[in-house]
């Protein structure tokens, strides 16, 4: 038997292995990270603007990933294993400082605008703004007693905990590692 009759696999054609590899590296990164951005993922891919859109396009069109979009700013990409709720709590954790504010209502219990303030180092537009945001997706809620007015967790905070120890590594933060193993401790 000579050498060329001997069957080989075919191999899948050079740019065809390029394709794959490149989105299977978007898929990593949307899983290892849920909610991560634009241009998180050209830096670490380290493909093109041009090339990266394409592959998000199509991954997007065969229902591989989600793609979250807020106020047509701000773009999020998720796998379709995160609900449509986890993600946008998701997508708020991501934010360090509304992750601070809701860490520190979760290790406060019950606290004051001004002691949020205090705890973040931002402005009080800055704080208000965020708690806006939070109150509206009904994150925390507001309490007034006499005249003064408190914020406390208004989602269950088991669930809140959950998303924040099941993603805590996507968060990058060391606030939230904290908390999560002070909560784990528990």
């Not at 390029?18 to 998180?40: M, W």
């Not at 394409?54 to 989600?66: A, C, M, P, S, V």
């Not at 965020?130 to 006499?146: D, G, P, S, T, W």
């Not at 269950?156 to 606030?175: C, G, N, P, V, W």
């Amino acid at each position: 038997m000579s050498n060329n009759s001997m069957s080989t696999t075919p191999s899948l054609p050079r740019h065809q292995n390029k394709t794959n590899s490149v989105q299977d590296k978007i898929l990593k990164y949307v899983n290892e990270i849920p909610g991560i951005r634009y241009r998180e993922l050209l830096r670490m891919t380290g493909v093109s603007n041009g090339v990266l859109s394409y592959h998000l396009r199509f991954l997007d069109n065969t229902g591989k990933i989600r793609v979250n979009r807020v106020n047509k700013r701000v773009t999020r990409y998720f796998s379709y294993d995160v609900s449509t709720h986890e993600s946008y709590v998701i997508g708020l954790l991501r934010q360090e400082t509304t992750r601070k504010i809701i860490m520190y209502i979760l290790e406060k219990k019950t606290c004051g605008f001004s002691d949020i303030i205090l705890h973040t180092r931002k402005v009080a537009s800055t704080v208000s703004w965020h708690m806006a945001r939070l109150k509206a997706a009904n994150i925390i809620k507001v309490r007034k007693q006499n005249e003064y007015i408190y914020y406390e967790i208004g989602m269950d905070r088991l669930i809140l905990q959950d998303l924040l120890s099941k993603y805590k590594t996507s968060f990058a933060e060391k606030i939230v590692d904290n908390y999560v193993d002070m909560i784990n401790d528990f």
